[in-house]
């Protein structure tokens, strides 16, 4: 409740708060309070405050390497949101960085059911794709497809995302009759779920500008209708909250 946009003072308030007194409590460096300050770097990315929030997601890593160790899944899942927060600042050499040890650290200690693992990857892929850098995008999002496929339900939103981030890999690549059923496998999910509106945002556009060149006018009238309606005001990537 806090955490809606309407509330974010009481929120932003209520989270310093926390933050203070669990250091009263417990300490500077304790896992609650470090879940507890991630968590608030959330809110202040997805309230627009991005270089706020990202300063405080870098402190973060630096306390939770103390406190976990630097191969712990606790600092994979700081490093997928300071590397995420980066990426909305443009600063691509260093999400790059922190999005591949994220990857690494959740290569050695999570389960490969566990969609976690997908989501440096994710991150990974839209830089390159950014950067057009086609084949790595290829790569990345394959392999997140491959690793949600046995996490999530085959219909899930983040899957269908991944799978148009591989479309666009290969649209880059001039390969428009390969990218076409990534495309067209992700459309009904991009058109009905509620989650990730900015995910979803660049998605649905990318796959009218693909339909378009396609001559598909139905499909681009289908996908302009919830273009329409989306509110893209949230953060760019899956953020990994801590308890």
Do not use: W
């Amino acid at each position: 409740v806090y955490s809606a946009r309407s509330k974010h003072q009481e929120a932003d308030a209520a989270f310093r708060a926390a933050i203070d007194g669990l250091e009263l409590a417990l300490g500077g460096d304790h896992g609650v309070r470090l879940s507890t300050m991630n968590n608030y770097a959330l809110l202040k990315s997805s309230a627009g405050e991005y270089a706020a929030g990202t300063q405080l997601l870098a402190e973060i890593v630096e306390i939770g390497e103390r406190v976990y160790g630097p191969n712990h899944p606790e600092v994979g899942s700081f490093l997928q949101n300071y590397g995420a927060g980066l990426v909305r600042l443009g600063r691509f050499d260093e999400a790059t960085l922190a999005l591949e040890r994220a990857a690494q650290i959740y290569r050695e200690t999570v389960e490969e059911n566990n969609f976690v693992r997908a989501l440096p990857l994710l991150t990974l892929s839209e830089i390159y794709l950014t950067q057009r850098q086609s084949e790595a995008a290829e790569g990345a999002s394959g392999e997140a497809i491959r690793l949600l496929e046995q996490s999530l339900p085959a219909d899930h939103v983040v899957t269908a995302i991944a799978r148009c981030r591989l479309g666009r890999a290969l649209v880059q690549q001039g390969r428009m009759d390969d990218a076409e059923p990534h495309f067209a496998r992700s459309l009904p999910s991009l058109l009905e779920s509620a989650e990730y509106p900015d995910y979803r945002q660049s998605c649905l556009t990318a796959a009218s500008q693909f339909y378009g060149a396609r001559g598909d006018r139905d499909r681009v009238a289908r996908i302009e209708t919830a273009l329409e309606s989306l509110d893209a005001d949230a953060p760019l990537t899956p953020a990994v909250q801590t308890d």
